[in-house]
C-alpha cells in the first residue's frame, strides 16, 4: 500500500529536489523518484507513468513530472504547490541574476572590460583566419585568393547575410581548379 505525504512533506521534498540538481531535469526526477520511493510515496508502476506522461506532454519534463506527483499526493491542490516549489525558487534566481547583471553592464568598469573581451576575440579570429589564407595567398593559388576575397567583400557588402556568404564561398572553392600538384 502506497503511503501518500502530507501536503507540507510533499512541498518540502519536491523544493529540495526539484532546485538542487544540475544537468536538466531528468536528473531532478530521478532525485525525486528516489527520495518518494525511500518514503513510500511513490512505486516503480507509479514512477514509469509520471515520466511517461512528463514525456508525452509538451513543456518541461521536470514540471510536468512534479505536476504529476502533487495529482497523486493531493488532486488539484497538491498540483498547485508542486509546481509552486519546483519553478518559483528558480524564477526568483533567474530574476535576480537578470537585474545584477542588468546594473553590472551599466558599469564603465565591465563594459570596458567587454570591449576589451571583444577585440581578444577578434583578434583571435582574423588570427586563425590569416594562418588558414597565408599559404593560398603566397603560393601558386593566389590570383583565385584575391579573387575569392574580393567577390566575399563584394557579397558582404552588399548586404548579403554572412551564411550565404559563406555557402557561396563553398560553392566557390568547390568549383575552382585544383592546385597543381594535388591528387
Known amino acids: 500500500m502506497i503511503e501518500r ?3 507540507s512533506a510533499m512541498g518540502w521534498q519536491l523544493a529540495k529536489d526539484a532546485n538542487r540538481t544540475l544537468g536538466g531535469g531528468m536528473a531532478s526526477i530521478e532525485l525525486m ?3 518518494f520511493a525511500k518514503r513510500g510515496w511513490l512505486d516503480d508502476s507509479e514512477h514509469a507513468l509520471l515520466v511517461a506522461v512528463a514525456r508525452f506532454t509538451p513543456g518541461t519534463n521536470l514540471l510536468a513530472y512534479c505536476a504529476g506527483l502533487g495529482w497523486l499526493a493531493h488532486r488539484m491542490l497538491g ?3 508542486a509546481l509552486a516549489v519546483a519553478s518559483l525558487p528558480g524564477a526568483l534566481a533567474v530574476t535576480l541574476m537578470s ?3 542588468a546594473r553590472l553592464v551599466a558599469s564603465p568598469v565591465v563594459r570596458g572590460g567587454l570591449a576589451v573581451a571583444t577585440l581578444v576575440a577578434a583578434a583571435l579570429i582574423l588570427s586563425s583566419a590569416w594562418a ?5 595567398l603566397f603560393g601558386s593559388r593566389r590570383v583565385w585568393a584575391l579573387a575569392f576575397a574580393l567577390a566575399a567583400a563584394a557579397l558582404f557588402a552588399s548586404g548579403v547575410t554572412p551564411i550565404r556568404v559563406l555557402l557561396l564561398s563553398a560553392v566557390f572553392g568547390a568549383l575552382s581548379p585544383p ?3 594535388a591528387s
Open 5 to 7: 505525504p502530507s501536503l
Open 33 to 35: 523518484r528516489r527520495s
Open 79 to 81: 498540483v498547485a504547490v
Open 99 to 101: 537585474a545584477v547583471i
Open 132 to 136: 588558414l589564407v597565408k599559404p593560398h
Open 179 to 181: 592546385r597543381e600538384g
